[in-house]
């Protein structure tokens, strides 16, 4: 128990890049991803039965979890503060309170659950009025919580890129951020460009698209970057339907819709060949090497 106590410390303390954790998830087989904007935009709906709650107590387990932004203990801070808004930018989900906000970060094993009763790592609990409990669970306490009375004090907020399914990312603006000269899949999922979008929903917009992840943004004619435009629309709309439907429990990870992505091995639902795993910028991105023009093996 010693040992790994010691290890989960270590892997907390230093595995802050994404390739980092998931070269230790997958060494020890585990597969929980981070939540994007698909999972998190079900997940404030579900959230906003509490509005109009307000918080009677917080319990932290946990307390590196926490960034205070403002002066005061989070006790003291969250105490008699409701509910009045709860909404998603980018991967942050935030509850807008009467004089603060509190922000979620989850990363990769970080979920909020509605639930009576303790359950394990949970590193937060948060009780309401109603007799309502929402418990922050990290098993790998990277997650990360904050107290701020402006947004643009956390850190990486500020600098979030256009929401993709919102009015401002247009055809003409996606173009725009396409005359770069990085793969592909690192400008879709680079949040200063567009907000939300992962390594997992990347895997599924390129496959959609057909289209090699490791091609240079800036090489795509006019024709592929329409399609890539429309499979971002469709992609993401199809997940938020798709969870929605089946999503019972808020710590839920429903992913077993998708097509590429986490399925090593299996056959492509369209030709099926065998899907493959590759990286692209030390990210891992799966691919169907025949859908999406890849030689193989690399």
Not at 163 to 181: A, G, I, N, R
Not at 228 to 235: A, D, F, N
Request: glycine share 6%; proline share 4%; aromatic share 8%.
């Amino acid at each position: 128990m010693a040992g790994l106590c010691l290890e989960l410390f270590s892997i907390n303390r230093y595995c802050r890049d994404n390739h980092a954790i998931e070269q230790y998830l997958k060494r020890e087989k585990r597969t929980r991803c981070m939540p994007e904007l698909p999972d998190l935009e079900v997940l404030q709906d579900r959230l906003h039965v509490l509005c109009g709650d307000s918080i009677t107590s917080v319990e932290i387990l946990f307390p590196l979890t926490f960034r205070v932004l403002v002066k005061g203990e989070p006790e003291e801070v969250l105490s008699s503060q409701e509910v009045h808004q709860v909404y998603r930018r980018g991967k942050f989900l935030i509850f807008e309170l009467d004089t603060v906000y509190l922000m979620f970060n989850m990363m990769i094993t970080g979920r909020l659950q509605l639930v009576s009763g303790r359950k394990g790592n949970a590193v937060i609990v948060f009780t309401f009025a109603s007799g309502r409990e929402l418990q922050f669970i990290d098993f790998k306490k990277m997650g990360k919580t904050y107290i701020t009375d402006a947004l643009e004090k956390v850190p990486q907020y500020a600098t979030l890129g256009v929401e993709p399914l919102s009015d401002q990312f247009t055809l003409q603006y996606f173009s725009d951020v396409l005359k770069d000269s990085r793969e592909i899949k690192i400008v879709l999922t680079d949040q200063k460009v567009i907000a939300g979008i992962g390594n997992a929903y990347s895997d599924e917009i390129l496959f959609d698209a057909r289209l090699n992840p490791k091609r240079k943004a800036d090489s795509l004619g006019n024709e592929e970057i329409s399609e890539l435009y429309h499979s971002i629309h469709y992609v993401l709309e199809r997940a938020i339907d798709r969870i929605q439907e089946r999503l019972e429990d808020t710590s839920d990870e429903i992913r077993d819709f998708l097509w590429v992505h986490g399925k090593k091995g299996e056959p492509c639902p369209v030709c099926g060949s065998v899907i493959r795993e590759i990286e692209v910028a030390k990210r891992m991105t799966h691919v169907c090497p025949q859908c999406q023009n890849l030689p193989f093996p690399l």
